[in-house]
């Protein structure tokens, strides 16, 4: 009779050595991160040893033509920047919310234009709207836009923005609790009244965050009024550092330009993000 022990099968060495060697998950993430940070150093190094730094800085830094741009760069491009922008922003925001309430609206036509509008003008090309603007004179002779070229270039950033903005504002509208209408309702306010008194704050509110970031992007969208044809009164960054390039050749005033515009950006970047957190912080 066979001894059914000595024909088991026995686990061998190689076994507990194949478990022995495996890695575990968190140190197969050492080990990528390792190896990401290496390619990052090695990529840095080529570059830094391949860039032409005294070419760079002829080309893009050059202290003489930097001094130039100042203080032009502030008290005119920047100035007219956030003219454009702010004015953008606003006319955007009033105009967005009135077609998310329209889009809300139990009036079929009020739904169907607030569609309309929407759906062609997020569509679109940002500098197509801004050329049709320029052209708009000729399509309706006689009529101007109020402001002229600062009209002219709010209008564009309105038509540009609103698009957005109504679709994140009836995201706020839509995320206030029916309760709060209902509640005003039964202490006898008008429903155009409860909107403006209780929902419409309380939307504006949730949709601060993505409101902000929708300001950056008409900030940076402020540089198609270049296509305008501003005069040197009118100019904002991006047409100011193009003019101030061609001029001398060098790119030094772009590089201003964008540290100008980052000086902007990036502050608000920042506090869209902490309103963000706040709001999370606040639902839970």
Do not use: C
């Not at 026995?10 to 140190?27: D, E, F, Q, V």
């Not at 130039?68 to 967005?96: D, M, R």
């Not at 009836?170 to 155009?192: D, Y």
């Amino acid at each position: 009779m066979t001894d059914q022990s000595t024909t088991a099968e026995t686990p061998g060495p190689a076994g507990p050595r194949a478990r022995r060697t495996r890695l575990s998950p968190r140190k197969r993430q050492r080990v990528s991160r390792a190896v990401q940070y290496l390619v990052l150093v090695a990529v840095a190094v080529f570059l830094v040893l391949r860039i032409d730094w005294n070419s760079l800085a002829q080309n893009f830094a050059k202290p003489e033509i930097a001094a130039e741009a100042w203080p032009g760069v502030i008290t005119v491009a920047l100035k007219n920047t956030i003219i454009y922008s702010v004015g953008g922003f606003v006319f955007a925001f009033l105009f967005g919310l009135l077609l998310a309430l329209m889009r809300m609206s139990s009036v079929p036509p009020y739904r169907w234009l607030a569609v309309a509008y929407i759906e062609i003008f997020r569509g679109l090309p940002a500098l197509l709207i801004f050329l049709l603007i320029l052209f708009l004179p000729q399509a309706l002779p006689g009529f101007q836009v109020p402001g002229d070229t600062y009209g002219q270039g709010i209008l564009g950033l309105t038509v540009v923005g609103s698009a957005y903005m109504a679709e994140t504002l009836r995201a706020g509208l839509q995320a206030v609790p029916k309760g709060q209408a209902e509640a005003a309702r039964s202490l006898g306010m008008s429903h155009a009244r409860a909107m403006v008194s209780i929902v419409i704050p309380q939307a504006v509110r949730i949709v601060i965050p993505p409101t902000t970031n929708q300001f950056v992007a008409l900030l940076k969208d402020s540089s198609l009024v270049l296509f305008l044809g501003v005069t040197s009164e009118y100019v904002e960054l991006t047409k100011f550092g193009n003019d101030l390039a061609s001029t001398h050749a060098n790119a030094t005033p772009i590089l201003v330009v964008g540290i100008t515009y980052l000086l902007v950006t990036i502050p608000l970047g920042y506090l869209a993000n902490r309103l963000e957190r706040r709001q999370g912080r606040g639902r839970r």
